[in-house]
């Protein structure tokens, strides 16, 4: 039985280039890969609408105590409008990773351009003391169009990017939602000073709003013009493989079921989780730390928060770069988790000294290792779960940093109005040394870099044995299949796969080859 391509039908986002052909017993070529220039627009037009959307989600707890003044609410209702973007997230992330999957980048990146701006002008609507539920309802708006954000530097990045800058693009991606945070601590405390005068205050507020409005309208008719689904042809092996899997094949609640049964992938959830979730904690409740200690430093406590997150934009490139180079996950991400605990108990034992150049040495510490842990998350899971779909592995990673950020949040500003901001941070780091310690018992499984290797200049031989057995749904033929190449022997006979009475080589595989024992 000679060789068969199997081609993909055209179906939106998921049309193949070029047909895909599974071998059985002969050798055939690799498929061409190749990367495009305009890769480097697409992932920077990526980060200026995550930067627009991360700045709005910052930009009222940083000027807490003015927010809480104008709108006549207390600081919890203030907390809320950082804490929606966490809530919103949660039930919504599954429908949002299967309109991911099913109807691609572009769709994804035209609803998240969309609703940021309907986020953007409501809020430029609820300029009044007694229209708080204006600006949350804008706010809610915001945080939806975080949920289609979130999930997409990792997809992205391994779609358009080549084996050796994947993890480097993907930090980039990561960089505009870190500097859109970044703007938000800088630019609110100083386009809204701590005036007594409510119309005057309202005045600037005003102002903040119609500048977040503009900016992203204008990056959402660039969305519209630029921003492109896909290449022509995929820049990796491990892309031409995954282009190979049939839309009618994949099913995205057995994706979700295959990844819950991922024993390190979830342990990376959890410890993802709870680092995150304390970076979020800590970006939340900064202003109200900084001015219990530094009364009146509303704009330098907007500049620690921008020291925090600077600091970490530099960390994460250079670990996507060291990524990149050693394809040491395990190791880089156990590192850089250990010494965010360190920089985290560093922070919280100097913070009441009195010394603000103390605390903006310290916090840069601690925003270098735990910000620079953003992107190291999301490349160690796209490893681990090869070749389940990027924005699903993220999003569940997402949805754990949020849910952990409402807990820490609330927990930690309780813990701070009764027992102070010592006693607030101590908890933070009690949950860093259990996320420290569960990362290293995570398996490094790479699973993406076995497939890179296999398809990297090599031909891969498939060679197919039908066994007596029938499937119990529907009459569809088991087979056990057999994988040789370069890299070494894998056993696929217990790996999802749906092979017809009428095609006896034509097989879908719907999951990694794990290797031989």
């Known amino acids: 039985m000679g060789d068969r391509s199997i081609n993909a039908k055209e179906n939106g986002p998921n049309e193949r280039a070029e047909p895909c052909t599974v071998l059985n017993g002969e050798s055939g070529p ?63 992330i599954f429908p949002v990773t299967w309109l991911l999957d099913q109807k691609g980048l572009r769709v994804t990146a035209l609803l998240a351009n969309a609703l940021n701006c309907v986020g953007t002008w409501t809020k430029v609507a609820s300029v009044g003391p007694g229209l708080f539920w204006v600006t ?26 080549g084996a050796d800058q994947v993890s480097t ?30 119309e005057e205050l309202a005045h600037h507020i005003k102002i903040m709003f119609y500048i977040s409005a503009g900016v992203a309208t204008i990056i959402f008719i660039l969305v519209i013009i630029v921003f492109q689904e896909k290449p022509e042809l995929p820049p990796t092996q491990a892309q031409a493989q995954a282009r190979c899997i049939l839309p009618e094949s994949y099913s995205y609640l057995a994706s979700i ?29 900064l202003n109200r730390m900084i001015i219990e200690h530094y009364p009146g430093e509303e704009v330098n406590a907007g500049r620690i928060g921008l020291t925090i997150v600077i600091a970490g934009m530099v960390g994460s490139l250079i670990c996507g770069i060291w990524l990149d180079k050693t394809k040491t996950y395990k190791q880089t991400t156990l590192a850089v988790y250990v010494l965010s605990l360190i920089g985290m108990l560093v922070y919280a034992s100097t913070l009441n000294l ?31 779960t090869y070749p389940e779909s990027e924005g699903t592995s993220s999003g569940l990673l997402n949805c754990s940093a949020q849910i952990f950020g409402i807990i820490f949040t609330i927990a930690q500003g309780t813990i701070i109005d009764r027992w ?66 370069a890299a070494g022997s894998f056993w696929a006979s217990d790996l999802p796969r749906r092979c017809t009475a009428a095609g006896m080589n034509e097989c879908k595989l719907e999951a990694a080859l794990s290797q031989h024992a």
């Open 420 to 485: 102070g901001t010592l006693a607030g941070n101590i908890f933070l780091c009690i949950f860093l040394l259990i996320g420290a310690i569960m990362t290293g018992f995570i398996k490094s499984d790479l699973r993406r870099q076995k497939a890179n290797l296999q398809g990297g200049g090599q031909s891969v031989s498939v060679s197919i044995a039908p066994m007596a057995s029938s499937h119990p749904n529907g009459g569809d033929v088991s087979k056990a299949v057999f994988v040789f190449c």
């Open 169 to 198: 693009a993907c930090s980039i991606g990561v960089f505009g939602n870190q500097m859109g945070i970044a703007i938000g601590f800088l630019v609110p405390p100083i386009l809204v000073p701590n005036v007594d005068d409510v």
């Open 257 to 285: 079921w295959r990844l819950l049964r991922n024993k390190p992938f979830m342990l990376l959830v959890v410890s993802y989780g709870l680092n995150v979730g304390c970076f979020y904690s800590v970006s939340t409740l």
């Open 354 to 384: 009195g010394h603000l150049w103390v605390v903006f040495i310290t916090a840069g510490v601690l925003g270098f290792f735990m910000t620079g842990y953003l992107p190291l998350g999301f490349e160690f899971a796209v490893e681990l």
């Open 30 to 92: 690799a498929p061409t890969t190749r990367v495009y220039f305009k890769r480097w627009a697409i992932v920077f037009l990526f980060s200026a609408y995550s930067l627009s959307n991360a700045y709005q989600w910052i930009q009222y707890g940083i000027i807490s105590n003015i927010i809480v003044r104008f709108y006549q609410v207390d600081a919890f209702a203030v907390d809320w409008l950082s804490m929606i973007y966490m809530l919103t997230y949660i039930p919504f």
């Open 136 to 161: 949350m309802l804008g706010q809610f708006a915001s945080s939806l169009a975080q949920v289609f954000i979130l999930g997409m530097p990792s997809r992205l990045a391994s779609v358009w990017f």
